[in-house]
C-alpha cells in the first residue's frame, strides 16, 4: 500500500452566473483592475489516498468526487491524484 | 395520518413545523431521527425541515442527503408516500435526486429574509388540492441559496408535466423581475416530482399557520396533505 495525494478542483459549469466571482470581479475593478473580467470561483479540495498503486488511486478519488464532491447538475470537476512523495 | 419530521444536526425548523403541525393544526406528529434506520407504518407525510443540516458544508443538502434515513425516505418515496422538504429541506430533495435541478446562491448574495406572495400553479397535487385557483399565498422565506436552477431540457418537462407548483409574485399574483427575491428560473419557489407525491419549497408555510405570528396562509399546505387521507 502506497499514499497518494489527491486534488480535486470543482467549478460551476459554464454558462451559470457564478454570482460571487462577479462581486469579486466587480470590487477588483473599483481598485483599478480594469484588466481583470470572467472572475469564477470555485472549490479546491485535497486528500489522501491509500491504496496499493495510481490507477487505485486514481480509481477511489474518481468514485468519491462522482458521489459526493461534486453535483453534476450544476458543476464540473477535475482530478489530479500523484504520489505522496 | 401522522406526519414525521426529520431531525438532521443542524435543522432548526423541525420544532417550528412540530409546533404548527400538533399545535396550531391538530395533526399526529413526531419527530424521526436522522439515525433511524425504519419510519414507522403509520407516518403517511415526512417533513424535511429548514435549517443548515450539516453546516452546508460542501454544498446546501449535499451531506445529509447521505444520513441513514435518507435511504428510507427514498424508498418511501418510490411507494408513492407524501414528502415535503422546506427550505434546507428541498436543498436536500434535490441532492438526494428526489427532485430536479439544484439551489444557488441567490443573485444578490444577501440571505433573503421577508414574506414573499406565491402564486399556485397546481392546484390538483396532494399539497395544493384545498388551496382556491386564483388565492395568492403569503409566507415568509428566509435562505441563502435559493436560486432555483435546472437545465433547459428539464425546465420543458417541469412545465409539460405542471410540476412547477409555487410562483413568487406580488399581491396581484403577476409574476415579474421585481417579485423575484433570489434569481430563480422562472421565478420558481416550489416544485413537486413527476409523480407530485414529493414537494419542495424554499418558502416557509410551518411559520404562517398561526395568526399571532403574521399569517395563516401556510396552514392551507398541511390542510391539503391532510385532506389526501381522508
Redesign the interface.
Given at each position: 500500500m502506497a499514499n497518494y495525494i489527491a486534488t480535486v478542483k470543482v467549478m460551476l459549469k459554464k454558462g451559470i452566473l457564478d454570482v460571487q466571482g462577479k462581486t469579486v470581479e466587480n470590487s477588483l475593478k473599483t481598485l483599478g483592475f480594469n484588466q481583470i473580467s470572467q472572475m469564477r470561483i470555485g472549490k479546491y479540495i485535497t486528500f489522501s489516498v491509500e491504496a496499493e498503486n495510481l490507477d487505485e488511486a486514481k480509481q477511489i478519488a474518481l468514485e468519491a468526487t462522482e458521489k459526493l464532491l461534486y453535483n453534476p447538475n450544476i458543476e464540473t470537476y477535475e482530478i489530479d491524484v500523484a504520489e505522496l512523495s | 395520518m401522522k406526519f414525521g419530521i426529520v431531525v438532521f444536526p443542524g435543522s432548526n425548523c423541525d420544532h417550528d413545523a412540530y409546533y404548527s403541525l400538533k399545535h396550531n393544526l391538530g395533526f399526529e406528529t413526531q419527530f424521526l431521527w436522522h439515525k433511524d434506520t425504519t419510519i414507522p407504518s403509520d407516518i403517511k407525510c415526512i417533513v424535511l425541515p429548514g435549517g443548515f443540516s450539516y453546516g452546508d458544508y460542501?454544498?446546501t443538502g449535499?451531506?445529509a442527503r447521505?444520513s441513514p434515513i435518507m435511504k428510507e425516505v427514498v424508498h418511501f418515496a418510490s411507494k408513492g408516500g407524501l414528502i415535503i422538504g422546506i427550505c434546507n429541506g428541498f436543498q436536500i430533495l434535490?441532492?438526494s435526486g428526489l427532485l430536479?435541478?439544484?439551489l444557488?446562491?441567490?443573485?444578490?448574495?444577501r440571505f433573503v429574509c421577508r414574506d414573499v406572495y406565491l402564486k399556485t400553479l397546481n392546484t390538483n397535487t396532494p399539497f395544493t388540492s384545498l388551496i382556491e385557483k386564483d388565492r395568492i399565498l403569503k409566507i415568509p422565506i428566509a435562505h441563502f441559496e435559493g436560486n432555483y436552477?435546472?437545465?433547459s431540457d428539464t425546465l420543458k418537462e417541469l412545465e409539460d408535466n405542471e410540476q412547477i407548483i409555487f410562483q413568487y409574485c406580488n399581491p396581484n399574483g403577476e409574476v415579474t423581475e421585481e417579485t423575484n427575491p433570489n434569481?430563480s428560473l422562472k421565478n420558481i419557489a416550489g416544485i413537486t416530482n413527476k409523480n407530485k407525491n414529493v414537494l419542495g419549497m424554499m418558502p416557509h408555510p410551518e411559520r404562517y399557520c398561526d395568526s399571532i405570528l403574521g399569517g395563516t396562509d401556510g396552514s392551507l399546505i398541511f390542510k391539503s396533505i391532510a385532506n389526501f387521507f381522508f
Open positions: - | 460542501l454544498r449535499a451531506i447521505f434535490t441532492e430536479p435541478g439544484a444557488l446562491k441567490n443573485t444578490s448574495l436552477f435546472v437545465d434569481g
